[in-house]
């Protein structure tokens, strides 16, 4: 089946601009998360859904950093006055329960973020 | 807290060599732990993981890991390389079975020489 799918795969934008990333999960996986993976820093969580519970807000660098899950499926990370050390590669995963780390995380390819 | 070393950012072997990668980690309470695989323009794939059962792993693609805890390691291994398996491999930790978060290694890039 289709895996996890992440748009636009590639993003150049300027500095203090505001960018929108999307992930569409696996179809019937309630859990959802969102990393960075830049040079700097290697790969970081940043956010995680589960459900209809509150979200894991806890990896989110600074409050220029958003998400939202609409429907418990489609997720949206937005970074608001892009900043150049914003630039990494953002990948989305999704699992089909969540809540462990036991219940398999399914990446998708990642969207490279490039601020200028 | 937990962490994950990853021992050497580049690793380069030979077709038909063993590939060794080392993973080491920190951890208060016991781990689960994971081993991810990234080809060139894709995302994580898992390829094998440990969470508190046999301490030698078998993951996919001929790869197998062994937790040992007294060594506080859990390095890679497959007996023999293939071209495909040219990749990047990050390791990872997880605090048990309580939490959904993983934590990542820096990544160990492995070349294979024809």
Redesign the interface.
């Known amino acids: 089946g289709a ?2 799918s992440q748009s636009p795969s590639n993003k150049v934008t300027e500095k203090g601009k505001d960018v929108e990333l999307r992930c569409d999960p696996i179809s019937g996986h309630t ?1 959802l ?1 969102w990393y960075r993976q830049s040079l700097g820093q ?4 940043l956010i ?1 859904f ?1 459900g209809n519970s509150a979200p894991d807000k806890s ?1 989110l660098p600074s409050d220029r950093f958003s998400a939202e899950r609409t429907g418990g499926s489609v997720s949206t990370l937005t970074i608001q006055r892009t900043q150049q050390e914003d630039s990494a590669v953002y ?1 989305c ?1 999704s ?1 089909l329960r ?13 969207t490279r973020l490039t601020v200028l | 807290a937990q962490s994950v070393t990853q021992l050497g950012s580049h690793v380069s072997v030979s077709e038909g060599a063993l590939v060794l990668l080392r993973c080491n980690y920190s951890s208060s309470v016991p781990p689960y732990l994971f081993w991810y695989v990234q080809y060139p323009n894709q995302g994580l794939q898992l390829l094998l993981k440990y969470t508190s059962a046999a301490t030698l792993v078998k993951g996919i693609n001929g790869f197998e890991a062994e937790f040992k805890k007294s060594e506080t390691s859990f390095h890679l291994t497959k007996p023999s390389a293939h071209m495909s398996d040219a990749a990047e491999y990050f390791c990872a930790v997880s605090p048990g079975d309580s939490s959904y978060k993983l934590i990542f290694g820096s990544g160990t890039r492995l070349l294979v020489r024809p």
């Open positions: 895996g996890v859990a998360y290697g790969l970081e969580f995680y589960q990896g990948l995963a699992s969540g809540g462990t780390s036991t219940d398999t995380q399914y990446f998708g390819p990642g």
